[in-house]
């Protein structure tokens, strides 16, 4: 299990550097939009905000 772990690990790092700014650059911005809209529509923040906080 650790092996695996390691040589994804590995990969993943390698295929990062091999990749393009601009491609990085969109990729994160996807996370982050992705991430944003997840958190957005769950009922927790929804709670957050009537309890007026």
């Given amino acids: 299990m650790y092996?695996?772990?390691a040589a994804i690990?590995?990969?993943i790092g390698w295929?990062?550097?091999r990749v393009g700014?601009?491609?990085k650059l969109f990729i994160m911005f996807l996370s982050i939009f992705s991430v944003l809209s997840v958190l957005s529509q769950h009922p927790v923040v929804e709670i957050y905000?009537?309890?007026g906080n």
């Fill in 3 to 5: 092996l695996h772990s």
């Fill in 9 to 11: 690990a590995l990969v």
């Fill in 49 to 51: 905000y009537e309890n």
């Fill in 15 to 17: 295929v990062h550097l």
């Fill in 21 to 23: 700014f601009l491609l």
